[in-house]
C-alpha cells in the first residue's frame, strides 16, 4: 500500500520561499515517477511539476518553470518541492503523486496522491 505524506505549507508573503515535502513508503519507488500537483478553489487540479525517481529527470509548468525546483532524497524516500519567488497566484492545496507507468502531466492517470497541504501566499 503506498503512502504519501505531505507536510511544509502554510502561510507566507509574496516573494517568500517554502519547501514541501512527500514522505513516500510501502513501495520501492525506484521505477516511479514522483509528480506535485494544486488546486486552487474552484479550479481544476493543475500539474506543477514531475521528477522520475530512478534518473532524476524533471519536468515542470510553465507558470512555476525557474521558481520551484522539485527533487528528490532516495535514502529518506522523500520528494521536495522548493517553491522561491512565491505569488498569490501560487495559494492552492498541493498535492503529492506517484505512478509506476505514467510520466506525463494529467492528474487522473497518477493512482496514488497525499492529502494535500495549504499555501497561501498573501499579497
Known amino acids: 500500500q503506498v503512502q504519501l505524506v505531505e507536510s511544509g505549507g502554510g502561510l507566507v508573503q509574496a516573494g517568500g520561499s517554502l519547501r514541501l515535502s512527500c514522505a513516500a513508503s510501502g513501495r520501492t519507488f525506484s521505477r516511479y515517477n514522483m509528480g506535485w500537483f494544486r488546486q486552487a478553489p474552484g479550479k481544476e487540479r493543475e500539474f506543477v511539476a514531475r521528477i522520475s525517481w530512478s534518473s532524476g529527470s524533471t519536468y515542470y509548468a510553465d507558470s512555476v518553470k525557474g521558481r520551484f525546483t522539485i527533487s528528490r532524497d532516495k535514502a529518506k524516500n522523500t520528494v521536495y518541492l522548493q517553491m522561491n519567488s512565491l505569488k498569490p497566484e501560487d495559494t492552492a492545496v498541493y498535492y503529492c503523486?506517484?505512478?509506476?507507468?505514467?510520466?506525463?502531466?494529467?492528474?487522473?492517470?497518477?493512482?496514488?496522491w497525499g492529502q494535500g497541504t495549504q499555501v497561501t501566499v498573501s499579497s
Open positions: 503523486a506517484a505512478d509506476e507507468n505514467y510520466s506525463g502531466t494529467y492528474y487522473r492517470h497518477y493512482n496514488y
